[in-house]
């Protein structure tokens, strides 16, 4: 395994920005941030998966302090707390019309200072157009 963080991002994935697909296992990420963003442990766009590892006391300014999804995350006997969103919701996990499959995990201890944070948010997907 290996330590993701110290690491800072102006805008989005303070820790890591994934767009591709990666799998992460036996990993710790934190102390990571998004200074003006999201994502401060992770910002994923494309497909992770998380195996046996900790994302925790990552911060956001905006959505995610954790994770924010955007793509697929699937997170197996991983552990996800005390992430904080500064200004934006979901201190744990935001997911923007991404996709978040859990197994054995934990979401938990978690803080927003601004907004009703929540341990995870979930963004809905825009309403169909009208039929023509």
């Known amino acids: 395994g290996c330590n993701i963080h110290d690491n800072t991002a102006g805008s989005r994935g303070g820790g890591l920005y994934i767009s591709?697909?990666?799998t992460l296992t036996n990993t710790n990420v934190y102390a990571n941030q998004a200074t003006?963003?999201?994502g401060g442990g992770l910002?994923?766009?494309g497909t992770a998966t998380l195996i046996n590892t900790n994302v925790y006391s990552n911060t956001a300014q905006?959505?995610?302090g954790g994770l924010y999804i955007e793509g697929t995350a699937t997170l197996i006997d991983t552990n996800?707390?005390?992430n904080q969103a500064t200004w934006g919701t979901g201190a744990n996990v935001y997911i923007d019309q991404g996709e978040l499959i859990l197994s054995g995990s934990s979401l938990a201890d978690f803080t927003g200072i601004v907004n009703n944070a929540g341990s995870i948010i979930?963004?809905?997907a825009p309403p169909?157009?009208?039929p023509s």
């Open 20 to 22: 591709g697909t990666a």
């Open 36 to 38: 003006d963003g999201d």
């Open 43 to 45: 910002h994923i766009t």
């Open 62 to 64: 905006s959505w995610g």
């Open 80 to 82: 996800v707390y005390s």
């Open 122 to 124: 979930e963004r809905p």
């Open 128 to 130: 169909s157009p009208p």
